[in-house]
């Protein structure tokens, strides 16, 4: 039997994570992943990893939640398996710290993690400018580790990665019998969405392993992540900011906003400075169309706009993108236009 060709572009959390998911549920296709850049060199590289979403508006609370459930449940399973250090999965408990009171205070979520409840009094006079608070367990996910568990993942499935610039899906047609496009921000032009835009973000990574938990504070641009090998602070969020070089007044305002939460950070050493372009979108895209190819319909499946949460949803959103690649190889295709 002839196998199913299945490129898919992208090799970002979300493109490796929908390639995985694809090859081990469809062994009759063959994955390709083609993308520019891999793993050190992705977007995904630069985030710290946490997994706490954002609501995303114009989306059902109820598909939010099965994205970020199955990512959760995906990623604790590796926690509890001895591939975790290898994977760079692990428990995090820490807090999330508001100027005001929200008027939810109880996100979607807040069951899908381990041991949500609201701050106490005592707590939150750590942070005296702070007015309410949430504490949580949940999982970070080292993208530097976990990229390339992936690839190997991959390869154990029988996909493939080739280095290669996308621009021309029309030409892609003809060697696959599948498309899936988790370019992110690349499918601003890839396929003409100018409703991608890029939100640049910086971070410091930092010498202090005295740091056990974590803090955020919430529309602050202030985070701290303790992770395996160095603490992550952040950050910023340049809405159509395309820069990619270090901003000297961005790392410094980023130490001083995280000084003032953990003041013994003001000693720390810097190891790094990494900036990356999150692909932001009013509403993450995760849907099939028919791309017509002379006289064939091939699915094209799309699954971007992750924003700051491409870690946080990546397995639950690539498991539906997993869905609508399966249905479209059951489903008769629409009837090609002439």
Not at 31 to 45: G, H, M, Q, R, Y
Request: aromatic share 8%; proline share 5%.
């Amino acid at each position: 039997m002839k196998k199913v060709q299945v490129v898919v572009i992208g090799a970002g959390v979300v493109g490796m994570s929908t390639a995985v998911c694809i090859a081990e549920a469809l062994p009759f296709c063959t994955v390709t992943v083609l993308a520019e850049k891999f793993s050190p060199d992705t977007t995904s590289d630069v985030a710290a990893g946490i997994l706490l979403p954002k609501e995303i508006q114009g989306v059902p609370l109820e598909r939010q939640q099965r994205w970020f459930k199955g990512t959760f449940d995906h990623l604790l399973a590796i926690t509890e398996s001895p591939q975790t250090s290898e994977a760079g999965v692990f428990m995090s408990s820490g807090y999330q710290i508001f100027k005001e009171v929200p008027s939810i205070t109880k996100p979607y979520w807040a069951d899908i993690v381990f041991g949500f409840r609201i701050m106490t009094d005592r707590e939150m006079k750590r942070f005296p400018n702070y007015k309410f608070g949430q504490a949580i367990t949940t999982l970070k996910c080292e993208s530097l580790r976990y990229l390339p568990w992936l690839e190997k993942r991959l390869t154990k499935a029988g996909g493939q990665m080739k280095r290669e610039k996308v621009t021309d899906l029309q030409q892609l047609a003809h060697s696959y019998d599948v498309i899936v496009n988790c370019s992110g921000l690349g499918s601003r032009s890839l396929v003409g969405d100018e409703q991608v835009y890029p939100v640049r973000g910086q971070i410091l990574k930092v010498h202090a392993p005295w740091l056990k938990h974590f803090i955020r504070v919430i529309d602050g641009n202030a985070y701290i992540y303790p992770g395996i090998d160095y603490v992550t602070l952040g950050g910023t969020q340049q809405v159509n900011d395309w820069r990619l070089e270090v901003d000297k007044d961005d790392s410094k305002g980023i130490m001083e906003r995280c000084s003032k939460l953990v003041p013994a950070l003001r000693t720390a050493q810097v190891l790094g400075e990494k900036v990356g372009l999150r692909p932001g979108r009013s509403n993450l895209r995760l849907e099939r169309e028919w791309l017509q190819v002379q006289e064939r319909q091939v699915p094209l499946v799309h699954n971007y706009g992750h924003g700051s949460w491409g870690i946080s949803l990546s397995w639950g959103s690539a498991l539906e993108a997993l869905d609508l690649v399966r249905r479209s190889l059951h489903e008769k295709p629409p009837r090609a236009r002439l």
